[in-house]
Structures are given as C-alpha cells and as structure tokens.
C-alpha cells in the first residue's frame, strides 16, 4: 500500500508563490515517474509538471518558466515551486506517482489565487 500525502496549499494573491510538497511512504520499490496536475471547477484535470522514468521534467505551455518540479529521492517527495502566480492557477492540485508501473494519486491540495 503506498500513501501520498499533500501539502502547501493555500490563498496567494497574484504575483505571490508558493511551494507544494508530495510525500509517498509506504511499499515504495521503484518509482517510475512523479508528477503534479491540477482542476479547476468545471474543466479537465490537466497536467502541471512531471517527471519522467529517466527523469526529465516536462511543464505545460501555461506554466513554463514560473513553475519548478523538483524531488528528493531520499524523501520520495516531489515538489512544485510556483512563482508569478495567476488567477487562472487556481485550482485543487493533485500528485501522481507510478510505483512499479501502477499510479498512486494524493487527495489534493487547493491553491487560490485572489487579491
């Protein structure tokens, strides 16, 4: 059984950043990839940011260059730095982490970005 547990969500007004951890623990073997996506009430789930099973990153086209994924392999934690925050960033964020070629999802974590 493995466990993802979020955190560092939160209300930033735009222009602000904020730092979302990923921990998984539990029966970790190998980690495949490690990823964030992110909802906004009514549209699809869309992916953030991740890495890859060779591990290179990948961003979306809305959030290039103000957003960092990071990890720390000792921790089996994945992070998304968020910087130059928008209002359209608003959404709940998820992780996603492939162990062993089978996918884990947190429970989410909400970033609002309001003045």
């Known amino acids: 059984q493995v466990q993802l547990v979020e955190s560092g969500g939160g209300l930033v007004q735009p222009g602000g950043s904020l730092r979302l951890s990923c921990a998984a623990s539990?029966?970790?073997?190998?980690?495949?990839?490690m990823a964030w996506y992110r909802q906004a009430p009514g549209k699809q789930r869309e992916l953030v940011a991740g890495?890859?099973?060779?591990?290179?990153?990948h961003y979306s086209d809305s959030v290039k260059g103000r957003f960092t994924i990071s990890r720390d392999n000792a921790k089996n934690t994945v992070y998304l730095e968020m910087n130059s925050l928008k209002p359209e960033d608003t959404a709940v964020y998820v992780c996603?982490?492939?162990?062993?070629?089978?996918?884990?999802w947190g429970q989410g974590t909400q970033v609002t970005v309001s003045s």
């Open positions: 996603k982490v492939v162990i062993v070629n089978t996918p884990y």
């Open positions: 539990g029966s970790i073997f190998s980690i495949n990839a």
């Open positions: 890495f890859t099973s060779s591990g290179r990153t």
